[in-house]
């Protein structure tokens, strides 16, 4: 079954904004990843927060990880036309790793 | 600059035929894997390599096939076997083998597969 489920599924702000999405999972985690897909291209790995760490930053980007709901969140601050992409996050347990359905930000002018 | 390199970029598969997807690393990684992402899904493991020689099935590896005889390539081969085969298919790499999802995951810019 899938681990991590993001949410919302799509998303629209107007440049500038902020932008939240969330991840989800079921099963107890030692990691926990988030990937940017730009159209027709590979991901590219944002940030990596542990699952004994509670929040971490890079750059516009913060990732809060709580593991009593089981959940994280990306936050972007101060958006741009060029973080337009699919966002995904990406879960490690026991020996396995399971990436989510993303989220697909879009962001207008 | 270092990086994974995927080709060709769009192939097309007869039927019955089995086709080969190309994907080499510069960056001196010892695992390697194969994605496939269908539209609107996440990425599904077909198969992961740790190290040259050795390679092993990951969630959905039927109609698939790979070798490892150098460290930097890792070709797929999508045989006739996989009945349903269009889909995007990525390469990624990692320092070791990271299926605990605690190391960050290099990805190529994936090939595009079709049928005629």
């Known amino acids: 079954s899938q681990q991590g489920e993001e949410d919302p599924q799509a998303l629209s702000i107007q440049e500038g904004e902020n932008a939240t999405m969330n991840c989800s999972y079921k099963?107890?985690?030692?990691?926990l990843q988030w990937y940017r897909q730009n159209s027709g291209r590979g991901l590219v790995h944002l940030i990596l927060?542990?699952?004994?760490?509670r929040e971490k930053h890079s750059g516009r980007l913060r990732v809060t990880l709580d593991t009593s709901k089981k959940s994280s969140s990306l936050l972007i601050t101060a958006s741009r036309a060029a973080d337009t992409a699919s966002y995904f996050c990406a879960t490690g347990g026991d020996d396995k790793i399971i990436f989510g359905k993303g989220t697909r930000l879009h962001i207008l002018p | 600059d270092g990086g994974i390199t995927q080709s060709p970029k769009y192939l097309f598969r007869k039927e019955g035929q089995n086709v080969t997807l190309s994907c080499e690393q510069n960056?001196?990684?010892?695992?390697m894997y194969w994605y496939r992402q269908d539209p609107g899904q996440g990425l599904r493991l077909i198969y992961y390599?740790?190290?040259?020689?050795?390679?092993q099935k990951g969630d959905i590896a039927e109609g698939y096939s790979v070798s490892r005889e150098k460290k930097e390539s890792f070709p797929l081969t999508v045989t006739s076997a996989q009945k349903n085969p269009t889909a995007f298919y990525l390469c990624?790499?990692?320092?070791?083998?990271?299926?605990?999802?605690?190391?960050?995951?290099?990805f190529g810019d994936g090939t595009r597969l079709s049928i005629l």
């Open positions: 390599s740790q190290i040259v020689n050795d390679f």
């Open positions: 990624a790499s990692s320092r070791d083998r990271t299926l605990k999802a605690d190391q960050p995951q290099h």
């Open positions: 927060i542990r699952s004994n760490e």
């Open positions: 099963t107890s985690i030692n990691n």
């Open positions: 960056l001196n990684h010892d695992a």
